[in-house]
């Protein structure tokens, strides 16, 4: 038995937002940006656009290039810190979308690490239960929906798109695509890099939507080689 990636799709927005752009939007530089990250320009969605709207344009060349139809998946996880709704999951909505009717389906939170993450999940499910055979797996993000785009030390970092892997388990004896992994978590960081309110901890009110804080906040100052002082 081994596991393959039988197919891939991508999708970014038609909208780019170039550093140029956020030059006079923030207090930074093209230089700046370019020496600090590699970023030259990145996709923003149309305010219509969801991120289940991108990962089903994803999905659907995944599904194209491997020759196969909605209804043949089994799996379908979505890695997003950015769903449609908290419930239902993306996912869900997804499986309609695709008429995958007899999928499960389920939303994955690990942020930056999402994609990696819910790939390790998805090839346990596809080696460990008979009845599956295909999972779609998504990293989806509308992450231009919670930026404070007020705030150089985050704004120019994010943005928007969808990819999709299809994974399919085939009896013909060959290596799996996925040789070795090994993922970890390091929880006392978790402060640095976060979404402050709309949760459990904080839930929404007055205070935490005129405070911003239902955008990505860093704490900058604890991050190598990215200064404090204004550019």
Known sequence: MSIRIAGTGK????????????????????????TRTGIEERHIAAEHETTSDMAYQAGLRALESAGISGEMIDIIIVATTTPDYLFPNT???????????????????????????????????????????????????????????????????????????LLEKKDDGQPSALLASSLHADGQYADILKYPAGGSAMPACRESVENALHTIHMKVKKLSNWPSEPC
Request: glycine share 6%; aromatic share 12%.
């Open 11 to 34: 999708y970014v927005p038609e909208k780019i937002l170039t550093n140029a752009d956020l030059e006079r939007m923030v207090d930074t530089s093209d230089e700046w940006i370019r």
């Open 91 to 165: 996912a869900t909505l997804l499986q309609h979308r695709f008429g995958a009717k007899n999928a499960f389906c389920f939303d994955l939170f690990t942020a930056c690490t999402g994609l990696i993450s819910s790939l390790e999940v998805a090839f346990s499910l596809l080696e460990t239960q008979r009845r599956y055979r295909y999972a779609l797996v998504f990293g989806a993000e509308k992450l231009s929906c919670i930026t404070n785009w007020k705030d150089r030390n985050t704004c120019v970092l994010f943005g928007d798109g969808a990819g999709c892997v």
